[in-house]
């Protein structure tokens, strides 16, 4: 082989591996992404369980501090963190946390999020993914997986399971974030 054709021949696999990786690029930048602190939350959709569902966006958010919650009526750690979700929702609600929590229950099974809500005495958003986007969207690797995320629409934390989050070092974050100006 001429030192021409071992040029070309190296320059046709470079152009190979050039063009797969682009192409992966491409097709699996989703994959490619994290969805982590410092990341710009990704919008979502969901629906609320009332009699004639509503349909919430990330955009129905805008401009607040949201504590937003993955979970499933199935999940034993959701159990366990939801009663502290709900106690520092009733002492920050009022100063403007909105809690957003999303069921990936599977279609069908409404009642059962509902009575969820009810044995716990929850009274923020709770919200319906039946088809899981949200899990997807998020990267959630699993229930309870759960994301801060301040008025400027960022990830200000991520928690992969149960937390305390009625703790004094959760408090605190969030309300620092709540004492940030509105945009």
Not at 13 to 31: N, P, Q, S, Y
Not at 81 to 97: F, H, N, R, T, V
Not at 115 to 122: P, Q, S, T, V
Request: net charge neutral.
């Amino acid at each position: 082989m001429t030192a021409k054709q071992q040029w070309l021949a190296v320059l046709a696999v470079v152009v190979l591996l050039g063009g797969g990786a682009f192409t992966a690029m491409h097709f699996l930048r989703d994959e490619l992404t994290s969805i982590t602190v410092g990341s710009k939350a990704p919008a979502f959709t969901a629906k609320t369980l009332d009699a004639k569902p509503v349909v919430k966006t990330l955009d129905t958010y805008r401009g607040q501090v949201v504590l937003l919650n993955i979970w499933g009526t199935f999940c034993i750690p959701c159990r366990t963190e939801m009663p502290s979700i709900e106690a520092l929702y009733q002492d920050l609600g009022k100063k403007g946390l909105k809690v957003v929590a999303v069921s990936v229950d599977q279609p069908g099974f409404e009642q059962q999020i509902r009575d969820f809500a009810k044995e716990y005495k929850l009274t923020f958003d709770i919200l319906f993914d039946e088809t899981g986007a949200i899990q997807q969207t998020y990267r959630a690797t699993g229930v309870p997986e759960t994301f801060i995320i301040g008025r400027d629409g960022v990830i200000h934390k991520k928690v992969i399971s149960a937390d305390d989050w009625n703790s004094a070092g959760n408090r605190t974050l969030i309300e620092l974030l709540l004492a940030e100006p509105k945009s």
